[in-house]
């Protein structure tokens, strides 16, 4: 694992700025922790009634894999 830290842009503008240790090992892509859900996949923890849900909600984000690519 190649890890820096970098700058990654945000947003639908670009506009907020989020600095990540950033693999970068594949060389074509880097690789974060999930931004959204901070790496364990699951939204259940920002649901406001949490005990109402049948299952836990996967991240959108990361597909509940809690790591997402960033271009480098
Ligand atoms: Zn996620």
């Known amino acids: ?7 990654v842009d945000r947003g639908f503008r670009r ?8 693999d970068i090992s594949s060389g074509v892509a880097g690789e974060i922790t999930c931004i959204e859900c901070g790496g364990d996949g699951d939204w259940t923890k920002f649901h406001p009634e949490p005990e109402t849900l049948t ?10 894999t809690g790591r997402i690519y960033v271009s480098i």
Not at 15 to 22: D, N, P
Not at 55 to 64: D, H, L, Q, S, V
């Open 55 to 64: 299952a836990p909600m996967r991240c959108i984000e990361c597909k509940g």
């Open 15 to 22: 506009e907020t700025i989020v600095t990540c240790l950033v």
């Open 1 to 7: 694992m190649a890890l820096h830290t970098m700058d």
